[in-house]
């Protein structure tokens, strides 16, 4: 989905100053007080507003010092870590140098070796390394490693079992997955199967969404008719083949929770069976075309991350952690969005 482009008035209303104040700011007309121009600046930045280098640093309070960055994403061929990816390199290029850019490389969900690889690799090159990946044992012996030699890791989006970690930023992903089943709750009046779609079991974000969900329809008597978890592998091409199979194999199927990537393959598939107006589809975002399915109701509700605070937070954590002992843990939990085709 396209983000919505930050004008002055938004800032200003975020900052709680005139419209004027921000343009002085901004545009470096005339001064204004320290503690204005620091405030005015906080706001654009964390509504993503593209500063000057020296704006972003004295919006974060920090110094000037350049800050190494390397990100590990899953494949950008996904419309979902593409438009992360993009959101990540706004918010870290002003804390590099003109000679060093954030460092970003992207792996398919399976890869494994590879990302182990990739974690060596940028613990010798950056300072701070932001992954996402599956908490696998061999993963999370290389970010063991890597914060053994002083670099700092954070997990994105999903967690790891691994105490050295430095932080997590991503979603509570217990009230995700229960606001999932309050709207199946809801929404869903049949006696139908309801399904669920992750992309990959060890992905802990998603597991914590799935058992939250089950949880929670379970306490309003509905637990009884969640299937098991099919696997997608973040995959558009897998997830519309699971989802074919699903409803060819539960003709009554009556809804499905999708906290994973390769949605684009659910509505394609529900979409093929013309099913999109009877199965009940709940799934995270941003989705490629999302708003285009949320319109025409493939997609009932859309709990959607917020990429560029998102973003903006990461970037935060980063420079935070800059500035404080190794063993500070930083839990940055993000908002989501509710969107159904009334509120885009």
Excluded at 19 to 24: F, G, Q
Excluded at 57 to 68: C, D, E, F, K, Y
Excluded at 190 to 205: L, M, Q
Excluded at 213 to 233: M, W
Aim: hydrophobic share 40%.
């Amino acid at each position: 989905m396209s983000a919505k482009k930050v004008t002055m008035k938004d800032i200003a209303r975020d900052a709680r100053v005139g419209i004027a104040t921000v343009d002085r700011v901004l545009n470096k007309r005339t001064p204004v007080k320290e503690s204005t121009e620091r405030k005015v600046l906080e706001s654009a930045r964390r509504l993503g507003f593209a500063l000057e280098q020296s704006q972003y640093r004295l919006a974060a309070g920090q110094s000037a010092i350049p800050l190494r960055m390397g990100f590990i994403l899953l494949q950008e061929s996904h419309s979902f870590y593409h438009q992360l990816a993009q959101a990540l390199e706004q918010a870290a290029l002003p804390w590099h140098s003109p000679a060093q850019a954030p460092v970003f490389l992207h792996y398919d969900i399976n890869a494994i070796d590879d990302m182990v690889a990739a974690i060596a690799r940028l613990s010798e090159e950056v300072d701070a390394i932001g992954i996402v990946a599956l908490d696998n044992p061999l993963i999370r012996h290389a970010v063991a490693q890597a914060v053994d030699k002083g670099v700092r890791v954070f997990t994105l989006f999903s967690d790891m079992s691994i105490p050295q970690r430095t932080g997590y930023i991503g979603l509570d992903n217990q009230k995700a997955g229960r606001t999932a089943g309050w709207a199946v709750d809801r929404l869903c009046h049949g006696s139908g199967e309801i399904g669920i779609i992750v992309g990959d079991n060890r992905f802990i974000c998603q597991e914590s969404c799935e058992i939250s969900f089950r949880s929670y329809l379970r306490e309003h008597g509905k637990g009884d008719r969640v299937l098991e978890p099919i696997r997608s592998h973040e995959r558009a091409d897998i997830a519309r083949r699971v989802t074919e199979e699903m409803l060819q194999r539960y003709p009554d199927l009556e809804a499905i929770y999708a906290p994973c990537g390769g949605v684009e393959g659910i509505i394609a598939a529900l979409h093929a069976h013309q099913r999109q107006h009877q199965v009940t589809l709940i799934c995270h975002g941003p989705v490629d075309h999302g708003e285009l399915a949320l319109i025409d109701g493939t997609i009932d509700l859309m709990l959607a991350h917020r990429l560029a605070e998102f973003a903006s937070a990461t970037v935060d954590a980063f420079v935070q952690c800059a500035h404080q002992p190794q063993a500070t843990f930083i839990n940055a939990l993000q908002p989501f969005d509710l969107l159904t085709k009334e509120n885009l």
